[in-house]
C-alpha cells in the first residue's frame, strides 16, 4: 500500500519535473515576439556518485586471505545492488545512475567498479545472482576467482569512446566476456 503511494508521489514529481522544464523552454514567456517555443523531446535525470566499498566486519577478519577476499567480493556487490535499489526507490526523478566503487583500502583510489544504470534496466533485470544482474545493467568489474580486483585505470577507462570495455570472468582482461 505505501509503495503504490511511494510510486504514485514520484510520477507527481516527475510531472512537475518536466512540467517546469517545459516551463523554462517557453521562451514567449518572457517577452519574445516569437511564439514557436523549443519543444521539449526528451528529459533525463543522471545522478553520480562515487563511494568507497566497505571493510570486512571486524568478525571476519580473521578468515584466511582466500575466504576473506571472497567474502568482500560478496560484500561489495550486495552492497551495490543494494544502494542502487535504494537510490532509485528514494530519487523518482533520477532515470540513470553513474557510479564508482572505489577499493576499501583508505590510502588507496583505484575503483573496483564503474559504470551506468539505467532505472528501466536495472527494475527490469532479477535473476539469482547479484553479480549477473549487476553485470547485465551495465556495471564493469573483474572477478578473478571470485575475487574482486581493482580496475586498470587505462584499460577500464569510461572515457575511452567506442572501444568495447572489458569485465569478463577469466581474470584475463584481453577477454571480453
Not at 510520477?11 to 523552454?25: G, I, P, Q, W, Y
Not at 535499489?85 to 573496483?112: H, K, Q, T, W, Y
Not at 534496466?121 to 573483474?142: C, I, K, N
Request: net charge positive.
Amino acid at each position: 500500500m505505501l509503495r503504490r503511494l511511494f510510486r504514485g508521489l514520484g510520477k507527481r514529481r516527475r510531472l512537475r519535473l518536466r512540467e517546469s522544464v517545459t516551463k523554462a523552454l517557453a521562451l514567449h514567456l518572457r517577452g519574445e515576439a516569437r511564439l514557436d517555443d523549443p519543444t521539449l523531446m526528451d528529459l533525463t535525470v543522471k545522478m553520480q556518485l562515487r563511494w568507497r566499498a566497505r571493510e570486512l566486519h571486524p568478525w571476519d577478519r580473521d578468515l584466511s586471505p582466500a575466504r576473506a577476499a571472497r567474502k568482500l567480493a560478496e560484500q561489495t556487490l550486495s552492497d551495490t545492488e543494494a544502494v542502487l535499489e535504494r537510490m532509485f526507490e528514494a530519487c523518482p526523478d533520477v532515470d540513470a545512475i553513474e557510479l564508482s566503487v572505489i577499493e576499501p583500502n583508505p590510502d588507496g583510489n583505484r575503483r573496483v567498479m564503474f559504470g551506468t544504470v539505467r532505472r528501466d534496466e536495472f527494475a527490469q533485470w532479477h535473476p539469482l545472482s547479484t553479480d549477473m544482474r549487476l553485470r547485465l545493467v551495465g556495471l564493469h568489474y573483474r572477478l578473478v576467482d571470485e575475487n574482486l580486483e581493482p580496475l586498470p585505470a587505462e584499460r577500464f577507462s569510461e572515457e575511452q569512446g567506442n572501444t568495447p570495455i572489458v569485465s569478463g570472468f577469466s581474470g584475463d582482461p584481453t577477454k571480453p566476456h
